[in-house]
């Protein structure tokens, strides 16, 4: 399977700054983000950008809310605190490829291997709610995600 990682370049969402582009990592050849279907079509925000004929994932440092320890069976709003973090922004998968975890555990690998690359101990995944998503959320609890807030994942690198 192709690898390819670069750093998107005009491309803002919230948190970025000028000295933090986003970090994406994708599988399979190397086609314009207009043309995948996952987040895709003509208005997807990361028009004129690459992304993999099988799916991508995108990497950001910032500060998050997390957890302070974990994992509990309860948290409360005072078990979390602010802390620079590297956030799996978002991950996506072509649908003809969903079916196998494969290609979405290479990636999620692949993002925990850059984090510490980038001397993180631990790395965040935020997600939405909705069907699709929940199923992404039993992919991180395998991959050893501590699941909080029904949609928020933070994982220790070791």
Do not use: C
Not at 29 to 52: M, S, Y
């Amino acid at each position: 399977m192709e690898l390819h990682e670069f750093f998107l370049e005009n491309y803002k969402v919230r948190g970025v700054t000028e000295d933090n582009q986003i970090h994406r990592t994708v599988l399979g050849k190397l086609i314009n983000a207009e043309e995948r279907t996952v987040f895709g079509g003509r208005n997807t925000p990361d028009a004129g950008t690459k992304t993999g004929s099988i799916g991508f994932i995108d990497l950001l440092k910032r500060e998050v809310w997390v957890p302070k320890d974990y994992p509990k069976e309860e948290i409360r709003f005072l078990d979390f605190e602010k802390r620079l973090a590297v956030n799996i922004l978002t991950i996506g998968i072509e649908p003809k490829y969903r079916k196998n975890p494969l290609y979405a555990m290479t990636l999620i690998n692949k993002a925990e291997e850059t984090a510490r690359k980038w001397g993180f101990g631990e790395i965040v995944a935020h997600t939405i709610s909705g069907e699709k998503f929940y199923k992404l959320l039993d992919g991180l609890k395998v991959a050893g995600y501590f699941i909080y807030a029904n949609n928020m994942g933070i994982k220790r690198l070791k």
